[in-house]
T-cell receptor, first 114, second 112 residues
Framework: DTGVSQNPRHKITKRGQNVTFRCDPI?????LYWYRQTLGQGPEFLTY????????KSRLLSDRFSAERPKGSFSTLEIQRTEQGDSAMYLC????????????FGSGTQLSVL | GESVGLHLPTLSVQEGDNSIINCAYS??????FIWYKQESGKGPQFIID?????DKRQGQRVTVLLNKTVKHLSLQIAATQPGDSAVYFC???????????FGGGTRVLVKP
């Protein structure tokens, strides 16, 4: 494993378009998290999965956002009808259980909504 | 105009000196605290953690201090090196929670 992989690294889209990001976690990690980070701020929790089950969602995750982890491995985060306020870095992280020392973040997908 | 979010607190430190980064947390129910380092274009990287039943923990060149009375956390970096230049975030894990709540970051600039 080379770490948590996120694709694409950058995405530029027009307002109103749908976008989908992918995260490939460390293979043996059962927990997968999505965070959002705007410039100069700390990451904000969006949602997390334990295996394929989505166990918690933030109020930040409006109905335009949906995340899936169908086989308990990779995950996708889709944003429908993007708005300029969605512009941010979307970070994925994975861990084995609640061991935050082993929580590894990917390098993120930078979304710019024009 | 400029975004307020761009005005990260910045600590400029001479190479070889010690650095101290401070963080205030909000929830007295938090039981676990972590310091992360984030370099440009990368995700946060774990540095050191501390549980609420401790007030000090040391790692390699780093020490975290926790003052629960005033809800304050600090990270001390000994003999700061150019590779320590990054943005540092504290994060808290609230009791019975599974998510981290990050504080605002501090940019550390190491001058050669």
């Amino acid at each position: 494993d080379t770490g948590v992989s996120q694709n694409p690294r950058h995405k530029i889209t027009k307002r109103g378009q749908n976008v989908t990001f992918r995260c490939d976690p460390i293979s043996e990690h059962n927990r997968l998290y999505w965070y959002r980070q705007t410039l100069g701020q700390g990451p904000e929790f969006l949602t997390y999965f334990q295996n394929e089950a989505q166990l918690e969602k933030s109020r930040l995750l409006s109905d335009r956002f949906s995340a899936e982890r169908p086989k308990g491995s990779f995950s996708t985060l889709e944003i429908q009808r993007t708005e300029q306020g969605d512009s941010a870095m979307y970070l994925c992280a994975s861990s084995l259980g609640q061991d935050h020392e082993k929580l590894l973040f990917g390098s993120g997908t930078q979304l710019s909504v024009l | 105009g400029e975004s307020v979010g761009l005005h990260l607190p910045t600590l400029s430190v001479q190479e070889g000196d010690n650095s101290i980064i401070n963080c205030a947390y909000s929830n007295s129910a938090s039981d676990y605290f972590i310091w992360y380092k984030q370099e440009s274009g990368k995700g946060p990287q774990f540095i050191i953690d501390i549980r609420s039943n401790m007030d000090k923990r040391q790692g390699q060149r780093v020490t975290v201090l926790l003052n629960k009375t005033v809800k304050h956390l600090s990270l001390q970096i000994a003999a700061t090196q150019p590779g320590d230049s990054a943005v540092y975030f504290c994060a808290e894990n609230r009791a019975a929670g599974n998510k981290l709540t990050f504080g605002g970051g501090t940019r550390v600039l190491v001058k050669p």
